[in-house]
């Protein structure tokens, strides 16, 4: 067993190695990172250790402990290890290098508008880019144009293509005979703007000084993304869409689409998505976000400048975080169980149960494979976003406010101002009175759903609407799908499909859109027909 002593002297050994520089393999820059600036392609080689290194490795060489009296030998955390020893990687290399994402690696097409876009909280992207993908042919009276909205983290890559033949997020769900038909429909899907998969996001140059946006970005909605969207149909020459079609943040879109362009849109979509974001999606967004903040490799979003190390720790664990909320109990307990990932060894506060490790494996795939800040930004959109009429109401009044800012030269002027972004309210939080008290039970409401919302939804009482849940999805539990539908109802639509797959025919969750093609695919198919 090892000593005190010896597990000081391991660690200090550790810590040493990460001072000497190595060699750096090359390996292809993330995504996030390329074509938006131009870096070495490799650091100076260094063969011997620095004058700090030599001087740690002498301390460790004399230093003497004195025998340990501890009862019981300090623990391993090789958990911990591979994290610094990853940030020591990291430290060795300047950011043109990386792994590379897992949604798209290949090429896309973009458009590039050069009108300045006002956004919903007073913020103003002067230009910017949208990169899509498209599959099927546009019919000659361009009618036949189904624009597929995203998840958080997706790219533009539903499907393979020939510029991009690597399979898309949506891969089964495209094609020939497929839910969305190719034979029938010319189907577009985008990388939101707030994103990095392409389209102008935090990562992206800001054309007034030539730097990064970094957290100079604006705050963005929903409608900010959905707006976006539609410069590039006008581009393509798209009247009216056929359908809007989306899955969890990709359905709060598709609704948008709906409120937004009412006489542009026909048929409307949404998957396991909501009219209004919750306190729960709210909360667990907002934990991922402070994990990552709290990251001090974050700097405060400004960290991609060559030799700075990007806060991969956070993202490492706000990715937890999430995918605890993209899959059920019921699932995990069939899959993992309370299976350890090897029994025959002591117990570990580092990763030791199944799920644990799952959990830890798709915190580090996803690491280095999305922007920080874009994860930070088109959380806090989703978090924002409310189809009810008051919102809808003070967002008009805000953007008249603000819309001086596309004007002539002080378009841009106060664009820095207090007014673009978020801040802690002057008083802290006090729990406020509650009716009924906490320690009495709370009773559904069984008035429908609230006027508020039926009012701002009145737009598409003569929109076919599609919507699916599933019952055990946690993140957009299916009474969130339950209440658009009758929303809708109450506001005069009588083309409403109300799908709810139950625990006994999908456990997978809110990943369940992107693995059921029978029953979200089927569905999805005989509702576009």
């Not at 949506?170 to 969305?180: A, N, V």
């Not at 990064?212 to 869409?241: C, E, H, N, S, W």
């Not at 030799?307 to 706000?318: T, V």
Request: hydrophobic content about 35%; aromatic content about 8%.
């Amino acid at each position: 067993m090892a000593s005190l002593r010896e597990a000081r002297l391991v660690g200090r050994l550790l810590k040493l190695s990460f001072m000497i520089p190595i060699r750096p393999s090359p390996s292809p820059r993330p995504q996030w990172v390329r074509n938006s600036i131009n870096l070495p392609s490799k650091r100076s080689i260094r063969t011997q250790p620095t004058l700090k290194a030599q001087e740690a490795l002498a301390e460790v060489e004399e230093e003497i402990l004195p025998p340990s009296d501890s009862s019981n030998p300090a623990l391993s955390f090789p958990c911990l290890d591979a994290q610094e020893a990853k940030t020591a990687k990291l430290s060795n290399r300047s950011l043109d290098s990386g792994p590379e994402p897992s949604y798209t690696t290949g090429k896309h097409f973009r458009y590039h508008s050069q009108e300045p876009l006002l956004l919903d909280w007073g913020g103003v992207l002067p230009e910017f880019d949208i990169a899509y993908e498209t599959w099927g042919v546009l019919n000659t009276d361009r009618s036949n144009a189904i624009l597929l909205h995203t998840g958080l983290s997706a790219s533009s890559h539903a499907h393979s293509t020939d510029l991009n033949p690597k399979p898309g997020w949506w891969e089964k769900f495209i094609g020939p005979g497929r839910p969305l038909d190719t034979n029938k429909y010319h189907v577009i899907c985008t990388n939101v703007i707030g994103g990095c998969y392409g389209s102008t996001g935090p990562s992206s140059i800001d054309p007034s000084d030539g730097q990064r946006y970094a957290t100079r970005f604006p705050i963005l909605t929903m409608q900010d993304m959905v707006r976006a969207q539609f410069r590039l149909v006008d581009g393509l020459g798209i009247q009216k869409l056929y359908a809007s079609v989306g899955a969890s943040m990709g359905g709060m879109q598709s609704l948008a689409a709906g409120t937004l362009f009412p006489d542009r849109v026909g048929k409307i979509v949404s998957i396991s998505g909501c009219a209004r974001s919750h306190p729960y999606s709210i909360a667990m967004r907002h934990t991922q976000r402070q994990v990552l903040m709290m990251d001090p490799n974050w700097n405060r979003g400004f960290y991609y400048d060559p030799g700075r190390i990007p806060p991969h720790s956070g993202m490492k664990l706000a990715r937890e975080i999430a995918t605890v909320t993209y899959r059920s109990g019921p699932e995990w307990e069939n899959r993992f169980g309370r299976q350890r990932a090897d029994p025959s060894k002591q117990p570990a506060l580092c990763p030791d149960f199944l799920i644990e490790t799952y959990l830890d494996h798709a915190g580090e795939k996803f690491s280095l494979e999305y922007d920080p800040n874009s994860l930070l930004y088109v959380s806090k959109a989703m978090d924002l976003f409310d189809l009810g009429s008051k919102n809808a109401v003070s967002t008009m009044q805000r953007r008249k406010e603000n819309a001086a800012k596309l004007s002539g030269s002080g378009a841009m002027k106060d664009q820095r101002d207090l007014s673009c972004s978020l801040t802690l309210p002057d008083e802290k939080y006090e729990e406020q009175v509650q009716s009924p008290p906490l320690d009495q039970k709370v009773e559904n409401n069984t008035l429908g759903p609230p006027q508020d919302l039926v009012d701002g939804l009145a737009g598409l009482k003569n929109h076919s609407t599609l919507v699916m849940g599933v019952a055990s999805d946690i993140l957009f539990p299916a009474w969130q799908q339950k209440e658009i539908a009758e929303t809708l109802r109450s506001a005069g639509n009588q083309q409403v499909k109300h799908v709810e797959l139950g625990e006994d025919i999908s456990l997978f969750g809110h990943d369940t859109f992107l693995l059921d093609l029978e029953h979200i695919g089927g569905n999805l198919g005989r509702f576009l027909d």
